[in-house]
Every structure is written in structure tokens, then in C-alpha cells.
């Protein structure tokens, strides 16, 4: 991160963390809940996004809808990193595309639709790429996280404000994997870019009336096939250094540790994973020795962590969604 990076100020903060716990929350009830006009929270959505500072996704959850997905971290020459992390941020099936200190590993998220491509990334294309020296694997069995409205400490919002602007629970956990036809994919081709997206929009997308897109995202979001989030720098939020963390946990306490993790505000996503390093979790601090007291007094404090790894991020090259660049997310349209 650079000093140049300008934190939000507190009404920002707000507004992100409102629409971290519902993306499509109507901007009246947002409003309500901050204490403030229905236009000033227009407004401050609007310049956020025009410049590129934030942006709301709507996204398919992998297990749900039967994604094929592996976490990778991948070991290349020096000097190749950039070069590789920019061609897999390219991409429609990647995400989370980052440089890891050192500059010789990239991560990402990849969430393929076939076996067929996800295996022809993984045995194919990635073993052939003359830089790649080495490619690690990793299937997220589990995801403890419970969201990212811990993050904000004394200034976020209060449990009776976030009460009031989270969605109606999650319904359908444990039934067959939701199927997706071409309408649904043509409707998330739209939401996957404004996750804010109108009614009338969705509709003429995947060629139904609004009223059955409406019931169709209400469905999809209650079964728990998409969800909805929103890429912002963390720097912006005040967290300016972020880290990667792989541990190995013995395998009767890992759901326990899995839990406790997700419990710390500075840890916006955590998951049980296969391989040696059976938990993989993404840390946000303010700055090296908030990282370091959160190593020793956070993660320390937790005596079945028998190995740990932290991989600082050297360059966010692609979130959730589109590309990142600097400070701006995408091209603001």
C-alpha cells in the first residue's frame, strides 16, 4: 500500500459495512439505519462508485451450484509473477488473484463451471507455462467465516444496526446442489458486474418478467446459491496491510479453530482446506505490529495451531471480480 491511500471518512465506513451485510439493501433503509437522507447516501454510493473506490458483486456460491473450485498457489521464477498473475486475472474463472511477498507465488481462487476445465487449468495449461516451477491445489471443504462487519471495531455500526439490515436467513443448507439454467447465468453475467443491478435490467437479461427474476433472486439468494459483496481496497477501510495464512491443525480441533477465527474481527474469511495446511484463512491489520500482535496474541492464544504460515500480499491484482488497479477497482463507466 502507499501513503497516497486516503482512509473513508466515517459515513463511508458506514455505508460500506451496511452494504457488506446486504448489497442490495434499499438505499431508504440504509439511510434509516445511518441516521441520515436517502440522499446523502445516494450520493456518497454514487461518487464511491464512479470512482472506482467500490463496487457491489453479485456471485454464485461455488458449492451450491456445483462450481468446480481449488485454491492455488503457485511458485514461479523471479520475475514471472506479475506476468502470470495478470494472465490468470484474465480469466472469467478466477478471483482473489494476488502476489505474495517475495514476489516468486501467486494466489487465486479458481471456480471453474466443467471437471473438464478445471482439470485442463490445473493438469494442462498451468504444468506447461515454462515460469510456473511449482503449483499447490487446495479444495475448501468448509467456510467458517460469518462476514466482514467485524472489521470496523468502535466506529462500525451497532448490533441493533446490523439486525436491522441483514438479509432474511439462509434457507435449503444441506439440500442437492441448485442448478442453474442459461437465464440464471444470463442474470448473473449482469449481477456479477453491478450486484446493484435493477429489476427491469435482470429481466430483459435472462429474457423473464421482472416479477419472476425478483422471485428468482430472492430464491437463489435464500437457498444460499449467490451471494452478494462488495470489493473495496481494504487500505481504504485503514487496513493497510493484509497477509495469507495457512496452518496446520490437528483434525479434531479444526472446526473449533475454524470457529475461533472466524470470531476475530480481523479475519474476513477462513475455511477448513485439503493438504498438509488444513486451514486457510485471510487476515487484515492496520500495519506490521498490528500483525505481529495479532500472530502472537490473536492466533498465538490458540495452542492447536501446530504450524503456521503468514504470506503478506505484496499486490492485489484482481478481487472478487474485474481487475484491480492501485486503488481503483475498474473502470468507472
Known amino acids: 500500500m502507499t501513503d497516497e491511500v486516503q482512509v473513508f471518512d466515517l459515513l463511508d465506513r458506514r455505508l460500506v459495512q451496511a452494504l457488506m451485510i446486504d448489497g442490495r439493501a434499499a438505499f431508504s433503509r440504509i439511510a434509516a439505519v445511518l441516521g441520515t437522507t436517502d440522499q446523502t447516501v445516494i450520493r456518497r454510493y454514487r461518487r464511491l462508485r464512479g470512482a472506482g473506490l467500490l463496487r457491489v458483486l453479485g456471485l454464485p456460491e461455488g458449492e451450491r451450484v456445483g462450481l468446480y473450485e481449488s485454491r492455488l498457489r503457485i511458485q514461479c521464477v523471479p520475475g514471472a509473477?506479475?506476468?502470470?498473475?495478470?494472465?490468470?486475472?484474465?480469466?472469467?474463472?478466477?478471483?482473489?488473484?494476488?502476489?505474495?511477498?517475495?514476489?516468486?507465488?501467486?494466489?487465486?481462487?479458481?471456480?471453474?463451471?466443467?471437471?473438464?476445465?478445471?482439470?485442463?487449468?490445473?493438469?494442462r495449461k498451468l504444468p506447461?507455462?515454462?515460469?510456473?516451477?511449482?503449483?499447490?491445489?487446495?479444495?475448501?471443504?468448509?467456510?467458517?467465516?460469518?462476514?466482514?462487519?467485524?472489521?470496523?471495531?468502535?466506529?462500525?455500526?451497532?448490533?441493533?444496526q446490523i439486525a436491522a439490515l441483514e438479509p432474511g436467513p439462509a434457507h435449503g443448507e444441506g439440500e442437492d446442489i441448485v442448478r442453474l439454467d442459461d437465464a440464471d447465468h444470463a442474470m448473473l453475467a449482469v449481477l456479477a458486474r453491478d450486484g446493484r443491478a435493477g429489476y427491469p435490467e435482470l429481466a430483459a437479461a435472462a429474457?423473464?418478467?421482472?416479477?419472476?427474476?425478483?422471485?428468482?433472486?430472492?430464491?437463489?439468494?435464500?437457498?444460499?446459491?449467490?451471494?452478494?459483496?462488495?470489493e473495496v481496497h481494504s487500505a481504504h477501510l485503514g487496513f493497510g496491510m493484509e497477509a495469507g495464512i495457512?496452518?496446520?491443525?490437528?483434525?479434531?480441533?479444526?472446526?473449533?479453530?475454524?470457529?475461533?477465527?472466524?470470531?476475530?474481527?480481523?479475519v474476513p474469511f477462513v475455511a477448513a482446506v485439503t493438504g498438509a495446511a488444513n486451514l486457510a484463512a485471510t487476515v487484515?491489520?492496520?500495519?506490521?505490529?498490528?500483525?505481529?500482535?495479532?500472530?502472537?496474541?490473536?492466533?498465538?492464544?490458540?495452542?492447536a495451531v501446530h504450524r503456521l504460515e503468514i504470506l503478506p500480499v505484496l499486490r492485489q491484482v484482481k478481487r472478487a471480480g474485474l481487475l484491480s488497479d492501485g486503488s481503483r477497482l475498474y473502470d468507472a463507466p
Not at 130 to 151: F, I, K, P
Not at 284 to 303: F, K, P, S, W
Open 207 to 230: 429474457g423473464r418478467s421482472e416479477s419472476t427474476v425478483r422471485r428468482r433472486v430472492e430464491y437463489l439468494r435464500g437457498s444460499g446459491a449467490i451471494s452478494f459483496d462488495v
Open 81 to 123: 509473477a506479475v506476468a502470470i498473475a495478470e494472465a490468470l486475472a484474465r480469466r472469467p474463472d478466477t478471483g482473489w488473484v494476488k502476489i505474495f511477498s517475495g514476489g516468486t507465488e501467486v494466489g487465486c481462487l479458481v471456480s471453474s463451471r466443467t471437471r473438464e476445465d478445471h482439470e485442463a487449468l490445473l493438469l
Open 284 to 303: 487484515l491489520c492496520r500495519d506490521q505490529r498490528d500483525l505481529y500482535r495479532y500472530m502472537t496474541e490473536g492466533i498465538g492464544a490458540l495452542t
Open 246 to 266: 495457512s496452518a496446520t491443525v490437528a483434525p479434531s480441533e479444526l472446526a473449533a479453530v475454524g470457529r475461533a477465527l472466524a470470531g476475530h474481527p480481523q
Open 128 to 160: 506447461r507455462t515454462q515460469q510456473v516451477t511449482g503449483v499447490t491445489a487446495q479444495t475448501m471443504l468448509h467456510e467458517y467465516t460469518g462476514g466482514a462487519n467485524r472489521w470496523y471495531g468502535r466506529d462500525g455500526l451497532t448490533p441493533e
